[in-house]
């Protein structure tokens, strides 16, 4: 058992703090940056790593030992990781599991991600409670190398990230009764599976207009997830106000707060948002609670939003969960119910937004 | 939905006596659930025979109970209290199943009680094995598959469908027995027809055998609004075959995939709505194939449990505490989150640290047990200890558990190891025993492959992994050099969990060169806190760990700190009556304005409660640790003698100035023989004679000059671990032989000049006496109680039942006890707890009993035996017996409050100073046994304590009081029937006596040729005389026993060996369920019991309803 001698590595935050640890993942990352923030799942590391909506941001693991199961073909939320690396306490030597079909460590060499094992993330974590999620950088270059680099990294605020990650062209998937179109802003493979459970998908770029989409004549349109300020993802809003209405909608973090814009609602960037597969949610109607996957920076400001009901608020701290159009078939939700990774208490609202159609097409 | 209105009153039921897998966790649970209820406004009723709890204080509930556990006793205080609910959920498997008897008696029913928790329905759905598998099927979950055959073809048939290995069980056979597991066609041949004879109804199950799968658990909660939510995952390090109170266990899981575990956690929200648990917590236990991650449902308790305890302790979420306010009514969106004060409790912990579970056994004090473990638990306490990694965690565990081991091997105690060859090693490892982890690295860093050792061990190849990095740690430190090591190489170490003790043995040096080497390359412990949500929002609870990290998050304190050191691992002779005296203390010093700071390791206590003291630091035991929390508080003072044996051991680590109370130099001198010796001499208090012995040779020359019997023990341990009375040259040989190398005790470190051998005359016939007292800086002394054993000396004081006031005993002589242990708490300049035990000789010839005070001693038959200032196992007896709070009067005294001003606050009562109030009531103390565990192990009393845990019964009269303290031990008198005796000669005199009452009564006697001879002659007729084991005419006791002739068996060993001529008698009682007698004075005790118990009633009155008696006494 002779392991490689590890190579020592830092984090710098733009603030200036110094945080030591080891290389690990892709090999000969100097210098990478990226807004940092972290997520408190104790399992799913391969489904947060692989979430198209962590575009922009180095992910910290709050729970010290990742990789223990290792990686397989079926958690992957996307063909591949567009986070700009990964921040743990312990990284696995060995995983064991029997759906493993490889290393955590090897799955970042192969998509060419860097991160950095080691870390006090407890301390990084508290930091970034405190002051707020911030740009940092990692690698083995030198700390005044790093610190230059987390101060000129421009974090997630007016960047169009939605534009790195969605489909170039509409493809098909799924196999369902009912015909879906769906925006991708960063779509998550697990939504697409629910989706495919109860559709035909068509999955359109984010820039797609509502013509377009309502010429594929579909049941209905889902917004996906995505990364990065909702704000700056005018095509999509535009096209909403096209589809409110016409079809029923249903949208997903991003594509929530999207239907929130779309509607003359506000958005806001939270300090250090939600990350995490623990969110105590609240269906206002029926009073029952849902352990919700969670993972954004921005929310829509409660009250915000005209002609909507707020159907779901968060326990912890108030934030305002879901909406549904006042007169219309259209709602979203700030959290995952679809999980990947997290619990399945709201997966519920995928055979909601099937009835929605189902009932849209028995009055049509 | 808010709390419901319609209920006022609840009564809660308690666990009873600590026993194996069943201990203070439950007082852990009833206490806070008590406190929550009443805080909510209803009117709190317990019951619960414990005196040793926190939950039977006076103050927790509105009305307490300790009394026996039993459904007609229940039944009688439901009559008396009119309770408008019970919850049942709080109290173990004791309190539910209490439960069902009370609903299938009627008494809920007739007396308009609602069970609350957990209906009836889902009782029997979750506690039937049959009525539970098949509700898992109906909703779809897998569980183990099975068949059931009552011929050889059907069994064939069945084996195929279920597919080998398999479990045969026969049907209708109690215990397991004759169960057997079959690997192969051919095994499976022999297992099953076994497995058809042994069945008196022919009949086997056949079950498919999940022995290696890997074993996880969930702790899941849910209220009745349907929201659910799992507060813990537990991963078991040990693969399923070892009972999970036996396993070490992890939280949280560690190798399972996120579409794994939410299929887990989805199926166990099932089993809570398909069993009807509509309100509460909840565990579900299932096993996974490796191979083909098929998960199956094994068991579930729709109660709060051991893993409850755990989870909580896991997590800093209070599982009680909810479910208490969940049964009520309350949802969990409604209870706020006691850790961040800003979140719900409807959410789920994140952990960002590792938790390990390490179980604690007492094979050494069951000398003919196997070690090997298995589906029945047989450890006695457990430690929790958490690190940020897994193996920082283990290593803290390991060193927690206060056996001489330093951490995961890397100590002197690895040797053990070096003479097995590589295959033996592995052999050894394949049986699950407590050595199987440091066997496990022991194969590592001999290289042998990962892959060979989970195929061996099955043990999980990440957990294995995980010890292989301490191997290769390890290592790389051996061929270190201290003073090369750098800040990167300490901190790796470090971070592995690596204590300074374990580096010291590897080069050879001490442990405070190694921290001060360690220091100056500038690595230091950093203390995390456990929050619930893994730093995501602030905590404002004080609950630390310490981990070697960047930060620390220790806040400054405001008020002047009292670090309490705590018992650690429950075991047999320390156990919850030391946590007991440590949370007084603390209740004590807060309320005087002091903050007060826990540091323990027992995820089991009160005292390991977040918000029992003002903060908590969840660390091992060991100098080093200890020292880090010194050094983070800066205390004024340390409290190191509530905690047991334990907290004693560090105090010569401390600088003196910090020890509050008797310094340590007095604590010393009571240990030290010489000393001690002069001490009596001096006081012209009379001892046994005896000495000091460091080798075989100054042994055998002590007992020369004293004369046999003598008594043999250790110094410095508790529970009477290795104690021995001889009579002879040959067993005081093997006795001391036993304390050095060969025996176990040995293993510990074996005698030395610093730990002599003690060899006292032993005092045959003699009445053992306890006293714990109070004594201030002014010199005042409070006697707390004089108890008077019933048991003769030579019965560990631990195994003795006891009684408050003494029953038998002059007032002369008990003014004498009192004066002696004033004059010998003055001698060692006590300040705080005292507890001196006394023998007191008696005349063979005179009379003895309970029945009348008996003047048959004078002043000059006292003899001291030892004194210990600190506290006893019997404190919490003594302040539930007498009202007077002795640990919380002692740990005030400790910081410097006068008796007297303390009987100002009224804390004490202004009774006669310094004497003990005078009751109209008897309370007895008896102990429990746990030889149904260690079926190879013999079940008479000696001078090592081998009880797990203690009730308590008050009643009018001696002989009530103590037929309710059996019926509360698990020991129904039976009110007829046959009574057989078989008695040592040196308790015929005692037989004869309790013979005639048990004649009087109406019992029939049986008895041995021996003792019936002897019987006969004292003029009492025995009805069937008993052949000998290996008589060819008649039948022996064995055969009545199984016949299910006898009602009462009483044996006292006449041999003193361990397979000695009454055990075979013995364990056939044992096995029979009978109630077992191995002492005279039991017997004689037992009879006047019964006596009383035919003229008068036994009485049903709260603890409050006594005291207020004792105080209008007053």
């Known amino acids: 058992m002779t392991a490689p001698e590890p190579t020592p590595a830092l984090l710098v935050l733009c603030d200036g703090e110094v945080f030591e640890g080891e290389a690990m993942g892709a090999p000969g990352v100097e210098v990478a940056s990226g807004e940092v923030v972290f997520n408190t799942v104790m399992s799913g590391y391969q489904e947060v790593i692989s979430d198209p909506s962590y575009a922009g941001q180095i992910t910290t693991f709050t729970y010290p030992h990742i990789g223990n199961y290792g990686t397989n073909d079926a958690d992957s939320e996307a063909a591949r990781p567009h986070c700009r690396g990964v921040i743990v306490r312990d990284l696995a030597r060995r995983h064991s599991n029997w759906r493993a079909t490889g290393s955590l460590d090897d799955f970042l060499r192969r998509h060419g991600i860097g991160g950095i094992t080691g870390i006090d993330t407890r301390r990084l974590t508290r930091h970034i409670r405190d002051a707020g999620a911030m740009p940092g950088a990692f690698g083995t270059a030198d700390e005044a190398t790093l610190l230059a680099a987390a101060r000129a990294e421009p974090g997630t605020s007016g960047v169009d990230l939605v534009g790195e990650v969605t489909t170039a062209e509409p493809y098909l998937s799924g196999s369902g009764p009912r015909r879906v179109v769906a925006y991708d802003l960063g779509i998550k493979s697990t939504i697409l599976s629910c989706l495919g459970e109860l559709a035909t998908v068509t999955v359109v770029p984010a820039h797609t207009p509502a013509d377009e989409v309502l010429a594929r004549r579909p049941d209905g349109v889902f917004l996906s997830n995505g990364p990065g300020d909702p704000e700056l993802a005018g095509p999509a809003i535009e096209a909403l106000r096209g589809l409110v209405g016409t079809v029923p909608v249903f949208g997903i973090c991003l594509g929530h707060q999207l239907l929130a814009l779309a509607l003359g609602g506000r958005t806001f960037k939270m300090r250090f948002g939600h990350h995490g597969g623990n969110v105590p949610v609240r269906c206002t109607a029926s009073g029952r609670i849902e352990i919700t996957s969670q993972n954004h920076n921005f929310a829509v400001e409660a009250g915000s939003v005209p002609g909507v009901t707020e159907t779901h608020v968060c326990l912890n701290d108030s934030a305002l969960e879901g909406l549904s159009v006042d007169g219309a078939d259209a709602f979203g939700v700030q959290y995952h119910p679809e999980a990947g990774p997290g619990p399945h208490d709201a997966r519920h609202h995928f055979a909601a937004f099937a009835e929605m159609m189902d009932r849209r097409r028995a009055t049509a | ?1114």
Not at chain 2, 306 to 320: D, Q, V, Y
Not at chain 2, 403 to 421: F, I, K, M, V
């Open chain 2, 1 to 1114: 939905m808010p709390r419901r209105d319609d209920i006022e009153s609840i009564l809660i039921i308690g666990s009873g006596p600590i026993v194996i897998g069943q201990a203070c966790e439950f007082d852990y649970s009833g206490t806070q659930a008590c406190r929550v209820l009443r805080a909510e406004g209803y009117r709190v009723i317990l019951a619960n025979s414990n005196p040793a709890t926190i939950m039977t204080d006076p103050e927790v509930a509105d009305a307490t109970y300790v009394e026996p556990l039993d459904a007609a006793v229940l039944a009688r205080i439901i009559e008396r209290e009119r309770p408008d609910a019970v919850l049942p959920t709080l109290g173990g498997q004791t309190g539910l199943n209490l439960a069902m008897e009370l609903v299938a008696d009627g008494v809920l029913e007739a007396n308009g009680v609602e069970l609350i928790g957990a209906d009836a329905t889902a009782i029997a759905t979750a506690e039937d094995r049959q009525l539970f598998k098949q509700a898992m099927i109906e909703i779809g979950l897998d569980v183990p598959r099975s068949g059931i055959a009552r011929d050889m073809d059907t069994a064939r048939e069945a084996m195929r469908r279920v597919g080998l290995p398999v479990i045969v069980r026969p049907a209708y056979i109690l215990g397991g027995r004759g169960a057997g597991i079959a690997a192969t066609a051919e095994e499976f041949e022999s297992v099953a027809a076994f497995g058809l004879e042994a069945s008196p109804i022919s009949e086997i199950l056949i079950e498919e055998s999940i022995v290696g799968w890997k074993e996880f658990e969930l702790e899941v909660m849910r209220d009745r609004a349907d929201n659910c939510v799992v507060v813990c995952s537990i991963e078991n390090l040990d693969p399923m075959g070892v009972h999970t109170g036996d396993s070490i266990t992890v939280a949280p899981t560690q190798t399972l995939s996120d579409p794994e575990y939410q299929r887990m956690r989805n199926a166990a929200f099932a089993v809570l709505r398909r069993v009807g648990v509509e309100t509460g917590g909840s565990n579900v236990q299932f096993a996974v194939d490796p191979a083909t991650g098929r998960q199956v449902v094994i068991e579930m308790n729709p109660r709060v449990s051991r893993s409850s305890a755990l989870a909580s302790k896991a997590t800093g979420f209070p599982i009680a505490k909810i479910a208490a306010r969940l049964a009520v009514g309350y949802t969990l969106d409604e209870i706020p989150n006691d850790i961040t004060e800003v979140t719900p409790a409807s959410f789920e912990p994140t952990l960002d640290y590792v938790v390990t579970k390490i179980p604690r056994w007492a094979f050494e004090k069951f000398q003919a047990a196997s070690t090997e473990l298995g589906t029945s638990m047989q450890s006695v306490g457990e430690v929790m200890a958490i690190g940020r990694t897994f193996c920082e965690s283990l290593q803290k565990g390991l060193r927690s558990l206060e056996q001489g081991r330093l951490g995961l091997n890397a100590d002197p105690a690895e040797t053990a190891y070096d003479r097995l060859g590589d295959a033996e090693l592995m052999a050894a490892a394949a049986v699950p025993t407590p050595e199987r982890i440091f066997q496990l690295e022991a194969l590592l860093r001999r290289g042998e492959p990962v892959e060979a050792v989970h195929a061996a061990t099955g043990v999980d190849r990440w957990f294995l992994d995980q010890i292989a990095r301490i191997c290769t740690e390890r290592k790389a430190l051996e061929a270190a050099e201290p003073t090369a090591m750098n800040r990167a190489g300490w901190r790796r170490a470090k971070r592995l969990g690596f204590s300074d003790a374990q580096l010291a043995y590897l080069w050879d040096t001490s442990p405070s060169d190694v921290r001060a080497a360690r220091e100056s390359a500038g690595v230091l412990p950093t203390f995390k806190t456990v929050d619930t949500c893994a730093a995501e929002f602030e905590a404002t609870t004080p609950y630390h760990y310490s981990t070697y990290e960047d930060t620390d998050e220790i806040r400054p304190a405001t008020k002047p700190r009292v670090l309490i050191f705590g018992s650690g691992p429950n075991r047999i002779g320390q156990g919850i009556e030391f946590d007991y005296c440590c949370v007084h203390a603390g209740q004590a010093l807060r309320a005087a304005g002091y903050e007060t700071v826990m540091v323990n390791c027992n995820p089991e206590t009160v005292s390991t409660d977040y918000d029992t003291n003002d903060r908590l630091y969840f660390e091992p035991l060991t100098p080093e640790d200890v020292a880090n929390v010194i050094a983070a508080e800066d205390p004024v003072g340390v409290i190191v003698s509530l905690g047991g044996q334990t907290p004693l051991a560090l105090a010569g680590q401390l600088p003196p100035e910090l020890v509050l109370g008797t310094p340590p130099a007095s604590i010393e001198a009571a240990e030290d023989r010489e000393h001690w010796n002069a001490l009596c001499t001096r006081l012209g208090i009379p001892q046994p004679p005896g000495g000091a012995a460091t080798s075989h040779a100054e042994a055998l020359a002590v007992a020369d000059r004293v004369g046999y019997p003598v008594l043999v023990r250790p110094s410095y341990v508790l529970g009477g671990r290795a104690m021995a009375i001889v009579y002879d040259e040959d067993q005081l040989a093997a006795a001391i032989d036993e304390l050095t190398d060969l025996g176990s005790l040995g293993r510990e470190g074996g005698p030395a000049s610093e730990r002599p051998v003690l060899v006292d005359r032993f005092l045959e016939d003699a009445t053992e006496v306890d006293v714990d007292a109070v004594r201030d800086r002014t010199g005042e002394v409070q006697i707390g109680a004089v108890m008077e054993h019933v048991e003769e000396a030579g019965v560990h004081s631990g195994d003795s039942a006891c009684t408050i006031p003494p029953t038998t005993l002059s007032d002369e002589v008990v003014a004498a006890i009192c004066e002696h242990t004033r004059r010998i708490a003055a001698a060692l300049d006590v300040t705080g707890l005292l507890n001196v035990q006394f023998a007191v000789r008696r005349d063979p010839g005179s009379p003895l009993g309970m029945a009348t005070r008996w003047g048959g001693s004078g002043v000059d038959d006292v003899f001291v035996i030892e004194a210990n200032p600190r506290a006893s196992r019997t404190v919490p007896f003594v302040a539930k017996a007498t009202g007077v709070p002795l640990a919380m009067v002692a740990a005030r005294v400790m910081v410097g409050s006068t008796l007297a001003e303390l009987r100002d606050e009224g804390m004490l009562p202004a009774a006669p100073a310094g004497l003990p109030q005078v009751s109209d009531y008897v309370a007895v103390k008896e102990v429990v046994l746990p030889f149904n565990r260690f079926p190879d192990a013999d079940a008479v009393l000696g001078p090592e304590m081998r009880s797990t845990g203690e009730v308590m019964a008050l009643d009018a009269t001696p002989g009530l009081a103590f037929v309710k303290a059996q019926l509360a031990a698990g020991t129904r008198l039976p009110a007829e029937g046959t009574v057989f005796m078989s008695m040592a000669d040196r308790d015929k005199e005692a037989g004869l006596r309790a013979a005639r009452i048990f004649h009087r009564l109406g019992f029939r006697l049986a008895a041995t040729a021996g003792t019936a001879q002897f019987l006969h002659r004292g003029g009492v007729p025995v009805a069937v005389e008993v052949a000998k084991l290996g008589d060819y005419e008649g039948r022996h006791a064995v055969d009545l026993i199984e016949a299910g002739e006898i009602q009462l068996v009483i044996n006292s060993p006449r041999g003193r060996g361990p397979r000695a001529d009454g055990a075979h008698i013995r364990s056939a009682a044992g096995r029979a369920g009978l109630p077992l007698v191995t002492t005279g004075a039991a017997a004689l005790a037992a009879a006047y019991g019964l006596r009383d118990l035919h003229g008068l009633h036994p009485t049903v009155r709260s603890l409050q309803e006594y005291h207020r008696s004792l105080r209008g006494a007053a």
